[in-house]
């Protein structure tokens, strides 16, 4: 509801994207579910919605270009291979670097590995992922990188907001079998539909980092974001279909009307301790 209030007061597109580029995981009943929430709810969107999984080209397209300017490797370490470099530098004493999300870093072992052998490793059929070398990507911008965050809702003011994409080490950027990632898809699908106003939760704020360099070494338009505050159960726990929290279609089975759950998440909003924009 916070995206349809926000597109409405800049006089705005409200647009929908279906991110379905992991097809494996992807069920067409849980696309129809999002159709039908968003219509029991009365929020209405521009037509046609962009699903990810009908553009592989234009991200494969980007890929190559990330590849041509030699800012992505394929990165070779299984999990067992990345634990056990973390376990030998661990028993030195020093901890290894972690995400905002909590992950270890990647180790980047292979990012020095000859032309030649990745070649071979890649004929071979060996299994790998396309990361980016974050760090040669930073050295090819000129000047300081950063975003365009709103305070709140209302959009009354902005703060410019510093990038730190080193402290997600080198990100998956594809797979061998999937020529996008989450952070590939987003920045190329914003530019093509003109997005200007990114609206989404603050679970994704660091993440943004990330997003900016993409954008930068791509050559793509910078939109400002709005990262809102999270509807968290008892324990402060993110909701989540994972963890089979309580979902739209549960509460209209169980008797709940549109009107009813918005006024729920009012109640919600209302007993946060503050609205504007938390420190992450």
């Known amino acids: 509801m916070t995206n349809k209030r926000m597109a409405a007061s800049a006089a ?3 647009l929908l994207r279906i991110e379905d580029i992991d097809v494996t995981r992807c069920n067409p009943e849980f696309e129809a579910g ?3 929430d968003l219509a029991w709810l009365g929020v209405a969107y521009e037509r046609p919605v962009r699903r990810q ?3 592989f080209a234009e991200y494969e397209a980007a890929l190559e270009r990330l590849k041509k300017d030699e800012l992505v490797y394929p990165a070779f370490m299984s999990r067992g291979e990345i634990r056990g470099a973390i376990m030998d530098h661990e028993a030195s004493g020093e901890s290894w670097p972690r995400d905002p999300d909590g992950a270890p870093v990647y180790p980047g072992a292979d990012k020095q590995m000859s032309q030649r052998e990745r070649r071979r490793r890649i004929n071979a059929g060996a299994p790998f992922a396309w990361r980016l070398d974050t760090a040669a990507a930073l050295a ?3 000047g300081h990188l950063s975003w365009r965050e709103w305070a709140d809702e209302a959009m009354d003011g902005v703060a410019e907001i510093a990038a730190d994409p080193l402290q997600w080490g080198d990100v998956i950027i594809a797979r061998r079998e999937i020529p996008t990632s ?4 987003v920045v190329l699908d914003d530019a093509l539909q003109g997005v200007s106003h990114v609206v989404r939760g ?3 704020y660091f993440a943004t980092s990330v997003q900016r360099l993409l954008q930068q070494v791509l050559g793509l338009p910078q939109p400002g974001y709005f990262h809102h505050r999270l509807i968290t159960g008892p324990d402060g726990r993110k909701l989540s279909k994972s963890q089979r929290d309580t979902g739209l279609a549960a509460l ?3 008797g ?3 009107e009813s759950v918005k006024a729920m998440l009012e109640r919600r909003a209302s007993d946060w301790p503050h609205k504007g924009r938390s420190s992450p």
């Open 12 to 14: 705005g597109r409200l």
């Open 34 to 36: 999002i159709f039908r």
């Open 53 to 55: 999984s009908d553009h």
């Open 140 to 142: 090819r911008l000129d």
């Open 182 to 185: 989450y952070h590939l898809s």
């Open 202 to 204: 603050k679970d994704l």
């Open 252 to 254: 209209r089975e169980a």
């Open 256 to 258: 709940e009307t549109p």
